[in-house]
């Protein structure tokens, strides 16, 4: 079993730069495909960005292309994401998801693991 601990959320003006982290837990981290999602109030859980094992060419969605950076540190079993220039319309609460193996996913059925979430909230 993994476990997946998220921080690093929090309440910020737009424009502002938060990175969040995800921590893994009971796995060998970098046998997994890691991915951020995101989920606004009454909507659906939204794929943000995912990463392999070597860090090349992370996925990225179309909302945050050019704004937000996905890396990984295999030894610290910790996937980072840093987000630039935050929008109001990137106000969710943010998680990270596990899927062993080297192939990712935009759907979030694919994922076995996820963490508990960490807020987001970019106030205008």
């Known amino acids: 079993q993994v476990q997946l601990v998220e921080s690093g959320g929090g309440l910020v003006q737009a424009g502002a730069f938060l990175r969040l982290s995800c921590v893994a837990s009971?796995?060998?981290?970098?046998?997994?495909?890691m991915s951020w999602f995101r989920q606004a109030p009454g909507k659906e859980r939204e794929f943000v960005v995912g990463?392999?094992?070597?860090?090349?060419?992370?996925d990225y969605g179309d909302s945050v292309k050019g704004r937000f950076t996905i890396s990984r540190d295999n030894a610290k079993n910790t996937v980072y994401l840093q987000m630039h220039s935050l929008k109001p319309e990137d106000t969710a609460v943010y998680y990270c998801a596990a899927v062993l193996g080297s192939t990712g996913y935009r759907v979030p059925k694919e994922y076995a693991y996820w963490g508990q979430g960490t807020q987001v909230t970019v106030s205008s």
């Open positions: 990463i392999g094992w070597s860090g090349v060419n992370p």
């Open positions: 009971g796995g060998i981290f970098s046998r997994y495909y």
